[in-house]
């Protein structure tokens, strides 16, 4: 009896020790044993790399709001692939300047594109044409613009490949070989802008808003006119002003329904009222 007795204990600090010091044993006894807590939230990443973040963040803003269990988190960068990201499932939304026949593509807002020179140069205006071949390199000297600019060669400042400006420029501009390799790159707007303030010669593209803010605080650069068409807020809401491109949002083929939650509300009077007040351009015209 006493044998049994200590046979009994032995095992029982066996088991003892083996459940306390063996941590993947305890993990397991009590994964069947404890049930599996939901989620409280649930995640959006979106994932981009031109002037809309601030956009986007105004949206996300007031839509966590009205959804407080849904996080709408941000992948932003110059260099990011927003199509790309998509694609490989690693974000939920990428925005783009363009719809992409193999995602879902649903645009929500639209932008200007404003072409900048120096302050000091002569040419104060351009045709669609002109832009065009300025930026595919065809005409190179500025006294082919403008018969009393100066002699001097075309500085061309481009922007990265993957930012959505450079794509909405060139799909407009119908560019078939696109911007010459030779111009220099800027990362952001505001490095576009800081470079075409320097330099004399110079030439850029850059999103209205920033663009139009640059000239109010007093940067040395013109906006340039576009078939006789002022670049300001009312003629890219009147769309009257050519250069525009379309801010798209794109997606799985089908996506969660969070992200379609988001759509909504973007697509929504109250999304729209909110692109115009983050200096973006509603789908249609507000003054209806």
């Given at each position: 009896m006493?044998?049994?007795f200590i046979f009994k204990l032995l095992w029982a600090a066996i088991f003892t020790s083996t459940i306390l010091f063996h941590p993947v044993i305890l993990t397991q006894t009590l994964a069947n044993t404890t049930p599996k807590i939901a989620t409280e939230f649930e995640r959006i990443l979106i994932a981009g790399n031109g002037p809309e973040r601030h956009l986007l963040e105004i949206l996300a803003a007031e839509f966590e709001q009205k959804h407080p269990k849904i996080s709408v988190d941000f992948f932003w960068h110059p260099n990011a692939k927003p199509i790309r990201t998509v694609e490989l499932h690693e974000a939920d939304i990428g925005v783009t300047g363009e719809v992409v026949s193999a995602l879902r593509s649903v645009?929500?807002?639209?932008?200007?594109?404003a072409i900048l020179t120096n302050f000091s140069n002569p040419v104060k205006e351009m045709t669609t044409q002109q832009v065009a071949e300025v930026f595919s390199g065809?005409?190179?000297?500025?006294?082919?613009?403008?018969?009393?600019a100066?002699?001097?060669k075309i500085v061309l400042i481009n922007r990265t490949p993957n930012q959505n400006i450079r794509q909405g420029l060139e799909q407009i501009l119908n560019i078939p070989h696109g911007i010459p390799r030779s111009a220099i790159q800027a990362e952001s707007e505001g490095q576009a802008i800081k470079l075409v303030s320097g330099k004399l010669d110079?030439?850029?593209f850059?999103?209205?808003?920033?663009?139009l803010r640059a000239k109010e605080d007093g940067v040395a650069i013109n906006l340039l006119f576009i078939d006789k068409i002022e670049p300001e807020v009312q003629t890219v809401l009147?769309?009257?002003y050519p250069l525009q491109r379309p801010v798209v949002l794109v997606t799985q083929t089908n996506p969660t329904s969070q992200v379609q939650l988001f759509e909504q509300f973007i697509l929504s009077p109250t999304g729209q009222a909110l692109i115009k007040k983050a200096k973006f351009y509603p789908l249609n015209n507000p003054l209806d």
């Open positions: 006493p044998h049994v645009p929500i807002a639209r932008d200007g594109i065809k005409i190179r000297y500025w006294s082919d613009v403008y018969e009393e100066p002699q001097t110079a030439v850029t850059v999103s209205m808003t920033p663009a009147d769309k009257r």
